[in-house]
Each structure stands twice: as C-alpha cells, then as structure tokens.
C-alpha cells in the first residue's frame, strides 16, 4: 500500500517507492530533492532560511539551506546511495512579500534558492529541473520511480519538472 511521506516545514525525510514525498506550502521556502536515477529511494528537505551562522539558534539543520542539504546526502548515503549519483530537482523560492525601499534584503526566497545552488554546486551534485522565483507559493510531490517533481500552486495549471 503505497502512501505519500510528508515533509513539514523545516525539516527533512527519505522516500522509498511506492511511496512518494511532499511538501506543502512552499513561499521563500525551498523544497529540494535528491535522488539517483538508478534508485527508487530519494529525500526531500524543505529548507527555511540560507544560512545558519547568522542565527543563535541552529538546533535544527533541516531549516537552513548550508546544514540541511548536507545531512540529506548524508542520510541518503546511511541508505546506501552515492552521492557521486545523485541529481536534484527544486521549487521554491519565492518572492512573497514586497515592502518599497527594502531592496533584496527581503527577498529571502531568492537568497535560499542562490544558497541552496552554492551548496549543491560545492558537493557536485547537478540540479537537473528547477522551478523557483514568482510570487506565488507551491506545494511540491516526488515521485521516486518515474523521477517527475509534481507542482501544484494556486490559480496555475499543475505541472511536472
């Protein structure tokens, strides 16, 4: 009986198929998975804000795009996975609020989507669709054995990538 694993908000799992894996509510936020095209195990991570060594509390690294992305690969390696194989697909990163004069400083979204890439980038790992930016919020669903990132936002057709 297959079921669909959920991913909350700052945080992360692994998905065996039949399963598959999702995340609600994507603003700035950024929903990521990696997988190996040669499995039908994968992970999601709904990361929350770039970077950690600007805040106090960093107690859980699922929410922040420089720890969160590395203990995913690391708990897919403990899966047995490779993370020479691994490839990613993106959604997120949205720009949801707009205050004039504000600059980029509030566009937390762009900022996760930039930090996320940087650290795919670092660890070798191609990022294969992605579909971030807007100002409109997403809910995302992976598939692990068709390899299709579902994306659903209100007032828009759904669409795979």
């Known amino acids: 009986m297959e079921k669909v694993i959920r991913v909350g908000m700052a945080d992360l799992n692994i998905c065996k198929a039949p399963d598959r894996i999702t995340t609600l509510g994507l603003g700035s936020c950024i929903g990521l998975v990696l997988f190996d095209v040669n499995s039908t195990t994968c992970g999601m991570v709904h990361v929350m804000l770039p ?62 989507a930039e930090a996320v890439k940087n650290i795919l980038d670092e660890m070798r790992i191609p990022i294969i669709a992605s579909d971030c930016g807007g100002t409109y919020g997403r809910t995302i669903e992976f598939d692990p054995v068709t390899y299709r990132l579902l994306i659903r936002s209100i007032g828009k057709a759904d669409k795979y990538i």
């Open 51 to 112: 970077d950690s060594s600007i805040m106090r509390n960093t107690s859980n690294p699922a929410k922040f795009a420089d720890t969160g992305v590395k203990l995913l690969v690391e708990q897919l390696e403990r899966e047995g996975l490779r993370r020479s194989k691994l490839c990613a697909k993106m959604a997120g990163g949205a720009k949801m609020f707009s205050i004039r004069g504000s600059g980029d400083v509030l566009n937390i979204g762009e900022r996760n």
